[in-house]
């Protein structure tokens, strides 16, 4: 046998063991979700700095989507001072594109009652130190994570309900309860809530009963600039 036609077959067999073996990966986690959780709330955690855990986690493939509850961030190794607590989260997915170049999109997002508290203390990782570059090994499994899943993940719709957000300083409390926001198809956002700041020292108390905005374009993640409406 010609030395080329050995190192097709070599090259062949490597990656059938390796869709082999990525099968076996992906029907083990799929078939235990307690080790998918605490794979997510591991991965989550030292992404982020902070201790992040889940109450339960639940994913099915038809129809393709996420569930969580009692979702739970602390402050950890690199985040302090944050605290926030979703009960219900849902995501409703689906891959699009041609094999190879898949995108995982979000067609749409559901956060519900959930509660944020920023203390005066309050930091979150710097970002400035430079990205170590992957090994071979590991930029190959990311290369062929790319290939046979998806290389990025895009978001279509999201709502969020019922959400409140405390943020104190030095001798203010800034609260925003009743948060509603709707991110449509056109990635244009509408919100509303309602606003109480407490500044004892000053004998400041403000509040503002019903606010709401709506932006008139597409946000850009790229290009961040925000055209809109605010009703008070």
Same mark, same amino acid.
């Given at each position: 046998m010609k030395t080329g036609k050995k190192i097709i077959l070599i090259i062949s067999g490597i990656i059938l063991l390796l869709l082999i073996l990525l099968s076996g990966t992906v029907w083990f986690f799929y078939s235990h979700p307690d080790r998918v959780k605490?794979?997510?709330?591991?991965?989550?955690?030292?992404a982020i700095g902070a201790s992040v855990t889940l109450g339960h986690l639940n994913y099915s493939m038809?129809? !393709? /989507?996420v569930e969580a509850e009692g979702i739970s961030v602390k402050p950890g190794d690199g985040v302090r001072g944050i605290y926030l607590n979703a009960p219900n989260f849902r995501a409703d997915l689906s891959? %699009? =594109?041609?094999? =190879?170049?898949?995108?995982?999109?979000?067609? /749409?997002?559901v956060v519900s009652d959930f509660s944020c508290r920023i203390l005066k203390e309050a930091n979150v990782p710097s *970002?400035?130190?430079p990205e170590k570059s992957p090994s071979f090994l590991r930029g190959l499994?990311?290369?062929?994570?790319?290939?046979? !899943?998806?290389r990025d993940v895009r978001l279509r719709?999201?709502?969020?309900?019922?959400?409140?957000? %405390?943020?104190? %300083?030095?001798?203010? %409390?800034?609260?925003a309860t009743g948060i509603t926001a709707h991110l449509n198809q056109d990635h244009q956002i509408e919100l509303s809530? &309602?606003?109480?700041?407490?500044?004892?020292?000053? =004998?400041? /108390?403000? *509040?503002?009963? &019903?606010l709401q905005m709506k932006t008139e374009q597409a946000i850009s993640l790229a290009k961040p600039e925000i055209r809109g409406r605010i009703t008070i």
């Open positions: 605490a794979l997510v709330e591991t991965s989550l955690s030292d038809s129809p !393709f /989507h891959l %699009t =594109g041609p094999f =190879g170049r898949k995108s995982l999109l979000i067609r /749409h997002l *970002s400035s130190e499994a990311k290369q062929l994570m790319a290939l046979l !899943f998806f719709e999201a709502a969020l309900s019922n959400g409140n957000l %405390t943020l104190q %300083t030095e001798g203010q %409390t800034l609260r809530l &309602s606003l109480s700041l407490d500044w004892p020292s000053k =004998g400041v /108390h403000m *509040s503002i009963p &019903s």
